[in-house]
């Protein structure tokens, strides 16, 4: 079993940056791929970016791509998103998941480990 958990989400205004961060614990950490999908109020949940367990590849969705940027530190079992230039479209609970593959993976059904989700806030 691993536990994922977020934090770092909050309220910032349009063109401002916020950094999630995502903890796991209960295996090897780089055993796993990790990815950030995000939920707004009344639409399917979406991927946003991903990282291969190893760190060396990553992935992003067309509308974040050049802004947010996600990394992992495979000893402090941690990965990150910074999220720049933030829009108000970015509003949405962000969760970070595990996948015991160590890939790169775009669909919420390849992982296997979910946070409980941390809100963040865009205002024009």
């Known amino acids: 079993q691993v536990r994922v958990v977020e934090s770092g989400g909050g309220l910032v205004q349009a063109g401002g940056s916020l950094r999630l961060s995502c903890a796991a614990s209960?295996?090897?950490?780089?055993?796993?791929?990790m990815g950030w999908f995000r939920q707004a109020p009344g639409k399917e949940r979406e991927f946003v970016a991903t990282?291969?367990?190893?760190?060396?590849?990553?992935y992003y969705a067309d509308s974040v791509k050049g802004r947010f940027t996600i990394s992992r530190v495979n000893a402090k079992n941690t990965v990150t998103l910074q999220m720049n230039s933030l829009k108000p479209e970015d509003t949405a609970v962000y969760y970070c998941?595990?996948?015991?593959?160590?890939?790169?993976?775009?669909?919420?059904?390849?992982?296997?480990?979910w946070g409980q989700g941390t809100q963040v806030a865009v205002s024009s």
């Open positions: 998941a595990a996948s015991s593959g160590r890939g790169i993976y775009l669909l919420g059904r390849n992982y296997d480990y």
């Open positions: 209960g295996r090897t950490f780089s055993d796993y791929a």
């Open positions: 990282i291969s367990g190893s760190g060396i590849s990553t």
